[in-house]
């Protein structure tokens, strides 16, 4: 999972400096007694945090604060970029001036995190990744598309939100034309996608600006447009969202799908890895470090990865004996990838499956966790737009106040391929306990800034969505074989990702020796297979932070259990996890280590 927001984390430089704030406005209060390194600390996280949406307002979308709903920056540009460096240079001075010795307890956890999220900021932005920004699974027309659907973030509740995103979306082609200007900066040196991806891209514009406004994505607000209205209003909005998406959205991304087809495509590269770009290697291990919150090298991530897929197979081993089943493992993973009686009859009992397990997990829930959350969330199918180049799920948290549920995205595109033995792991997951406990639980939390409660750590929200699928038997499910099947599938899988990712990025694997040890090894589909591969090589580095995580989690709760033993509470034990929002993992190890010592006491 993206945290499941649009990943531009840039914010906006103060005209001023954050701790201006704190001074004595005026002689008369000069006998005040000055602000503690806590106070000052605590109002520096305000400060930022409002700073940061002012710049990234659909973060601020995204999270349910709606004060910039209609502003887009045009993240794209040079200048976009510089004030973004700075503004990670300035803050990371004016948190540096305060010495954290003294301050303990979530200020000092926010300002640990605060300075080395900055720090990473800065290292990883001297890459000029920038020119590559678009491919087929970071592909921004197809998260505005989303956005302006009206079944996302973007609210079309009243005529203001209606006329928020007029004034938002009419900014997008010059955004789509920025882009083409980094693009063809890229090309220049070399710093290009690979020609496989870019393929892809243009059935997806082609989806997304369809001439018949009835079909067009963008025209769905208009379509839907409530009833409270008055008659002006509705014939105003439909005249300008007709004029807006004919005459500027529509001609914008058509003139994309040209400059792709016949100036970048011919320029793209037909290697796949990042060692075919300027300093791909040092890019990768950066990835790789952000990612996974470690120091562990792709190499030894390559090596974990072998050990894991090793340990895994002989567990489904166990399957094949349990089942009696004839044949190699390879036999066996062809049998669950094609016979019929795993497939869905149509999208509607896909489903239905999904909403059962909910009534089914929901029993076990109260046994492990004693803290769930408030919001609630809803499952729907992934856009077909987009669904070809989706993985199997996914999960977008619910706004800041809850009104907007999460959105457990579930993928019908080609439901052949779609198992019912994958049901099981891919809720967990996605679902609950996995991300909507975790992103939910997070937003919920009292105490801590909000560049905490919305942000996060790959590998520790990833960690805990793979780690809760080993809880599988626990909460009541992969109770027969071949869902258990699904359950090690899952985990296989991302142990397969730490092999492929690495192999890809490090070792100069092919496309094609990266689908056909998927094959060999795991029972994915074919077009299951392909679009993984495709993903690592638009996403470099963060399908390493899924085993990452969830090893350093299963380690700790063994641990936990082992040293406590009678005193040892596994809701406890969660409860710790997640109270105090995404951690990088040796924060999370330090913090987990404190807690078993206090009750050893």
């Given at each position: 999972?993206?945290?499941?927001?649009?990943?531009?984390?840039?914010?906006?430089?103060?005209?001023?400096?954050?701790?201006?704030?704190?001074?004595?406005?005026?002689?008369?209060?000069?006998?005040?007694?000055?602000?503690?390194?806590?106070?000052?600390?605590?109002?520096?996280?305000?400060?930022?945090?409002?700073?940061?949406?002012?710049?990234?307002?659909?973060?601020?979308?995204?999270?349910?604060?709606?004060?910039?709903?209609?502003?887009?920056?045009?993240?794209?540009?040079?200048?976009?970029?510089?004030?973004?460096?700075?503004?990670?240079?300035?803050?990371?001075?004016?948190?540096?001036?305060?010495?954290?010795?003294?301050?303990?307890?979530?200020?000092?956890?926010?300002?640990?995190?605060?300075?080395?999220?900055?720090?990473?900021?800065?290292?990883?932005?001297?890459?000029?990744?920038?020119?590559?920004?678009?491919?087929?699974?970071?592909?921004?027309?197809?998260?505005?598309?989303?956005?302006?659907?009206?079944?996302?973030?973007?609210?079309?509740?009243?005529?203001?939100?209606?006329?928020?995103?007029?004034?938002?979306?009419?900014?997008?082609?010059?955004?789509?034309?920025?882009?083409?200007?980094?693009?063809?900066?890229?090309?220049?040196?070399?710093?290009?996608q690979p020609k496989v991806l870019m393929i892809k891209v243009l059935p997806q514009l082609d989806d997304i600006a369809k001439d018949k406004l009835d079909e067009?994505?963008?025209?769905?607000?208009?379509?839907?447009?409530?009833?409270?209205?008055?008659?002006?209003?509705?014939?105003?909005?439909?005249?300008?969202?007709?004029?807006?998406?004919?005459?500027?959205?529509?001609?914008?991304?058509?003139?994309?799908?040209?400059?792709?087809?016949?100036?970048?495509?011919?320029?793209?590269?037909?290697?796949?890895?990042?060692?075919?770009?300027?300093?791909?290697?040092?890019?990768?291990?950066?990835?790789?470090?952000?990612?996974?919150?470690?120091?562990?090298?792709?190499?030894?991530?390559?090596?974990?990865?072998?050990?894991?897929?090793?340990?895994?197979?002989?567990?489904?081993?166990?399957?094949?004996?349990?089942?009696?089943?004839?044949?190699?493992?390879?036999?066996?993973?062809?049998?669950?990838?094609?016979?019929?009686?795993?497939?869905?009859?149509?999208?509607?009992?896909?489903?239905?499956?999904?909403?059962?397990?909910?009534?089914?997990?929901?029993?076990?829930?109260?046994?492990?966790?004693?803290?769930?959350?408030?919001?609630?969330?809803?499952?729907?199918?992934?856009?077909?737009?987009?669904?070809?180049?989706?993985?199997?799920?996914?999960?977008?948290?619910?706004?800041?106040?809850?009104?907007?549920?999460?959105?457990?995205?579930?993928?019908?595109?080609?439901?052949?391929?779609?198992?019912?033995?994958?049901?099981?792991?891919?809720?967990?997951?996605?679902?609950?306990?996995?991300?909507?406990?975790?992103?939910?639980?997070?937003?919920?939390?009292?105490?801590?800034?909000?560049?905490?409660?919305?942000?996060?750590?790959?590998?520790?929200?990833?960690?805990?969505?793979?780690?809760?699928?080993?809880?599988?038997?626990?909460?009541?499910?992969?109770?027969?074989?071949?869902?258990?099947?699904?359950?090690?599938?899952?985990?296989?899988?991302?142990?397969?990702?730490?092999?492929?990712?690495?192999?890809?990025?490090?070792?100069?694997?092919?496309?094609?020796?990266?689908?056909?040890?998927?094959?060999?090894?795991?029972?994915?589909?074919?077009?299951?297979?392909?679009?993984?591969?495709?993903?690592?090589?638009?996403?470099?580095?963060?399908?390493?932070?899924?085993?990452?995580?969830?090893?350093?989690?299963?380690?700790?709760?063994?641990?936990?259990?082992?040293?406590?033993?009678?005193?040892?509470?596994?809701?406890?034990?969660?409860?710790?996890?997640?109270?105090?929002?995404?951690?990088?993992?040796?924060?999370?190890?330090?913090?987990?280590?404190?807690?078993?010592?206090?009750?050893?006491?």
């Amino acid at each position: 999972m993206k945290l499941r927001h649009l990943s531009l984390a840039i914010a906006l430089t103060l005209p001023f400096s954050a701790t201006t704030l704190l001074a004595a406005p005026s002689a008369a209060k000069s006998m005040q007694v000055a602000p503690s390194k806590s106070e000052q600390l605590e109002q520096l996280y305000v400060d930022y945090w409002e700073a940061s949406l002012k710049l990234n307002p659909l973060q601020a979308t995204f999270v349910g604060d709606e004060r910039y709903n209609d502003q887009l920056p045009n993240f794209f540009s040079p200048e976009y970029r510089d004030e973004s460096i700075a503004f990670s240079q300035n803050w990371l001075k004016k948190f540096e001036a305060i010495n954290p010795d003294d301050v303990t307890g979530q200020t000092r956890l926010s300002y640990d995190i605060m300075v080395r999220s900055l720090k990473l900021d800065l290292e990883g932005n001297q890459f000029r990744t920038d020119l590559m920004p678009l491919n087929q699974f970071g592909n921004i027309v197809g998260s505005f598309a989303q956005l302006g659907s009206g079944t996302s973030a973007q609210p079309f509740k009243t005529v203001q939100d209606y006329d928020n995103w007029f004034k938002r979306a009419s900014k997008v082609p010059e955004l789509l034309a920025q882009m083409q200007v980094n693009m063809r900066e890229g090309m220049k040196i070399g710093m290009v996608q690979p020609k496989v991806l870019m393929i892809k891209v243009l059935p997806q514009l082609d989806d997304i600006a369809k001439d018949k406004l009835d079909e067009n994505i963008f025209w769905l607000p208009i379509k839907n447009i409530p009833a409270s209205f008055s008659a002006a209003d509705k014939s105003r909005l439909t005249e300008q969202y007709r004029t807006l998406i004919t005459q500027q959205i529509n001609p914008s991304i058509k003139q994309l799908r040209t400059f792709v087809n016949d100036e970048y495509l011919p320029a793209c590269r037909d290697t796949v890895g990042m060692q075919g770009l300027p300093d791909g290697q040092a890019i990768y291990a950066y990835r790789a470090k952000a990612s996974t919150t470690t120091d562990l090298t792709p190499k030894q991530l390559h090596e974990i990865g072998l050990s894991e897929v090793a340990r895994i197979h002989g567990e489904i081993r166990k399957i094949m004996a349990e089942t009696k089943f004839k044949g190699s493992l390879q036999d066996f993973f062809h049998f669950m990838d094609t016979d019929k009686q795993f497939e869905y009859k149509d999208e509607q009992a896909l489903l239905d499956r999904f909403n059962a397990l909910r009534v089914k997990i929901d029993k076990k829930i109260p046994e492990f966790f004693a803290v769930t959350p408030k919001a609630g969330f809803e499952i729907r199918p992934i856009e077909a737009f987009r669904a070809a180049s989706s993985a199997g799920g996914e999960y977008q948290g619910p706004s800041e106040d809850g009104t907007r549920p999460g959105i457990f995205y579930v993928n019908t595109y080609d439901l052949p391929t779609r198992k019912t033995w994958d049901s099981e792991d891919l809720y967990l997951h996605e679902a609950i306990p996995g991300h909507h406990f975790q992103i939910a639980i997070q937003q919920e939390l009292t105490g801590i800034p909000k560049f905490r409660r919305f942000g996060g750590e790959t590998a520790y929200a990833e960690g805990w969505g793979l780690y809760t699928e080993t809880m599988g038997k626990e909460l009541g499910v992969f109770t027969d074989p071949y869902m258990y099947f699904g359950g090690l599938q899952g985990e296989l899988w991302r142990a397969i990702r730490l092999v492929v990712d690495t192999g890809l990025h490090d070792k100069g694997w092919t496309r094609e020796q990266v689908i056909k040890y998927m094959r060999d090894n795991s029972a994915v589909s074919e077009t299951d297979a392909i679009a993984e591969a495709e993903r690592y090589m638009a996403i470099p580095g963060q399908a390493l932070a899924y085993k990452v995580g969830q090893l350093k989690i299963r380690e700790l709760r063994t641990r936990a259990s082992n040293e406590l033993g009678d005193k040892f509470d596994v809701r406890e034990f969660h409860d710790q996890v997640l109270k105090d929002g995404s951690l990088p993992m040796s924060v999370l190890e330090a913090k987990i280590d404190r807690w078993i010592a206090s009750k050893k006491k």
